[in-house]
C-alpha cells in the first residue's frame, strides 16, 4: 500500500480543480496546469480535496497511485506559494543580467549567452545570485538544470555557475617536488 497514494491533495478555495476524463485541469488567476493520468489512476474531487485510488493490485497501477498523487500536490502547492531555485556565479568577470524573458550570461566565453526563460519561469538578478521563481516545480528545476550547465563549477577554484545550496568538493592544485 502507498503512503504516498492514500494522502489526500487539500487545495485552497481559490484553486479551481476540474476533471474532464483523465485529465485534472488545476486553475488559479492566469496559472493553469493540466495533469493527464493516462487512464492508469482513479481519482475523486470532493470540495476542496483531491484523493487517488488504483485501479487494480498491479505493480504498475501502485506505481502510479503515488507518483500522480505526488504531481497533484507539486502542482498545488506550485500554485498556492510557487517554488524558488537560487544559482550562484563564482568567478572574475562572470555576470548575468535579467532583461524580460531573457537572461543574460557572460561566464568567461568569447561571447554572452542570453538564455531565453519559458513563459512559466521569472528570473531576477542580484549581484551574483540568479533567482528563479516558478509555479511548474519540473520547468523550474530543467531551467536550473540548463543553466548550470552553461558553466558548472569546477573543482580548482570553485568557478563558475552552482545551486545556492550546492556544496563544490574542492581539490588541492599541484605541488612542485622540492
Do not use: C
Not at 40 to 61: M, Y
Not at 106 to 115: A, E, K, T
Amino acid at each position: 500500500m502507498s503512503r504516498i497514494g492514500k494522502l489526500p491533495v487539500e487545495f485552497a478555495a481559490d484553486v479551481k480543480v476540474s476533471a474532464n476524463g483523465n485529465v485534472i485541469t488545476f486553475a488559479k488567476g492566469k496559472n493553469s496546469v493540466d495533469l493527464d493520468t493516462k487512464g492508469n489512476v482513479a481519482f475523486a474531487i470532493e470540495g476542496n480535496v483531491l484523493t487517488f485510488s488504483t485501479l487494480s493490485d498491479s505493480r504498475t497501477h501502485r506505481a502510479f497511485w503515488g507518483t500522480y498523487r505526488a504531481l497533484a500536490a507539486n502542482i498545488v502547492t506550485g500554485l498556492q506559494t510557487g517554488y524558488t531555485k537560487k544559482l550562484e556565479i563564482n568567478g572574475v568577470g562572470y555576470r548575468a543580467a535579467a532583461n524580460g524573458k531573457v537572461l543574460n550570461l557572460q561566464l568567461g566565453f568569447s561571447h554572452d549567452i542570453n538564455y531565453q526563460l519559458p513563459d512559466a519561469v521569472d528570473a531576477s538578478v542580484e549581484k551574483n545570485v540568479i533567482t528563479l521563481t516558478s509555479h511548474d516545480k519540473q520547468t523550474l528545476g530543467q531551467v536550473a538544470s540548463e543553466i548550470r550547465g552553461f558553466r558548472p563549477p569546477e573543482p580548482y577554484k570553485g568557478k563558475g555557475v552552482k545551486y545556492a545550496e550546492e556544496i563544490i568538493a574542492r581539490k588541492a592544485g599541484k605541488t612542485s617536488k622540492k
